[in-house]
């Protein structure tokens, strides 16, 4: 990223700041900071699922593992 950019504006790039070095028709352009978006906030209907705890009303899957059988081998088509 030098000369435009060296290690101290790295190591204090604020939140949602990004350095990027773009290479264009197999030139590099010079490097520059960038400032990103936060990401929306999760959706409460999609929260539980991604963290483990159970969805009142929804009834809980039964795993391979808890019922005691070998999982499926992802590498063989059914």
């Known amino acids: 990223t ?3 950019l060296d290690e101290y504006d ?12 773009t290479v264009r028709n197999g030139a590099e352009a010079p490097a520059y900071t960038l400032r990103t978006e936060p990401l929306p906030p999760p959706l409460r209907d999609h929260a539980p699922a991604l963290t483990g705890r159970p969805v009142p009303g929804q009834r809980p ?11 499926a081998d992802p590498r063989r088509a059914p």
């Open 2 to 4: 030098a000369p435009r």
């Open 10 to 21: 790295l190591c204090h790039l604020g939140r949602f700041h990004a350095a990027i070095r």
């Open 61 to 71: 899957v039964a795993l391979a593992k808890d019922l005691g059988t070998k999982p």
